[in-house]
């Protein structure tokens, strides 16, 4: 039995696993957020990759079959090591953002959010010319977006002058296209789509990777249960019982961090 194997550095990747639940409804989840050890985003990468190295491991003795990273800083920085280690699919949300954002770009000017150390990894700055050799790339390190989005504000007046401020260079620098370099950016789409203005397209990674997910799997949306996507309390009430959410560490607050991301609550297991 197929099972996608997702991790995160904490509760972030949340937003990947609701994307891979509407787009896969029907397929076991097993997910590992890094709660103890998060940030990843300030991490380096010797230590992002000892750290992915680990997670992943831990998801395939739960069996997981493929895996996803969900986190852009391990991403950015572990995902060729680990592809290099372990011999079951591993996908990861850069790749399939890169593509997009290249299909997607007009004037082929084209911003990233990100945390440091996905900025500093220049990943994006690397990945996209190869795709799209005349391509200009402007980075924006947010380091300020993630505990915002985690203390629930999302709707807050200080989010938005936030926002504002980091879109500001990119505005500048008159990109078309902004990819959502972080797991905790699609919570709050909505402000930065408002804050960048209608002009700008929004690529989100969560739907991307999921998109590559079901296409490599080769699976119709809502094919496996006959369940379609949309019917979501059909689906959850179907299917809770297949998945497994662990964390390295749980506080009294972290199920309800995870209902902001997910849209529900949902039982986490400290490993
Ligand atoms: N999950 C991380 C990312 O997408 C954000 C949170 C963190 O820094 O750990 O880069």
């Excluded at 509407?22 to 997910?31: D, F, H, K, Q």
């Amino acid at each position: 039995m197929m099972k996608i194997g997702v991790f995160d550095s904490g509760v972030g990747g949340f937003t990947v696993v609701k994307a891979l639940m509407e787009l896969l409804p029907g397929v076991p989840i097993v997910y590992f957020g890094d709660t103890a050890r998060a940030p990843y985003g300030t991490k380096s990468r010797e230590t992002l990759i000892k750290f992915s190295m680990q997670d992943a491991e831990f998801l395939m003795k739960h069996g997981a079959s493929a895996i996803v990273i969900a986190c852009h800083s391990a991403a950015s920085s572990a995902a060729e090591a680990l592809r290099a280690r372990i011999d079951i699919p591993v996908f990861e949300v850069v790749t399939p953002s890169v593509k997009e954002a290249c299909r997607l770009t007009r004037n082929r000017r084209i911003g990233i959010m990100g945390t440091r150390a996905t900025v500093s990894s220049n990943v994006y700055l690397h990945a996209i010319p190869q795709r799209l050799p005349s391509a200009r790339i402007f980075q924006q390190a947010c380091p300020l977006l993630v505990p915002l989005v985690e203390e629930g504000w999302t709707e807050r007046r200080e989010t938005r002058m936030i926002v504002k401020r980091y879109l500001r260079p990119l505005k500048n620098s008159q990109v078309d296209t902004l990819v959502l370099g972080c797991t905790h950016y699609p919570v709050i789409k909505k402000v930065i789509q408002e804050k960048a203005g209608k002009r700008i397209k929004i690529v989100d990674p969560s739907s991307a990777v999921a998109s590559q997910v079901a296409e490599h799997l080769k699976i119709p949306p809502g094919n496996i249960t006959g369940i379609q996507p949309g019917n979501r309390d059909k689906r959850h009430g179907d299917l809770n019982a297949e998945h497994r959410f662990f964390v390295s560490d749980l506080t009294p607050h972290t199920e309800d961090i995870v209902a902001n991301f997910l849209g529900q609550k949902i039982k986490l297991e400290k490993v």
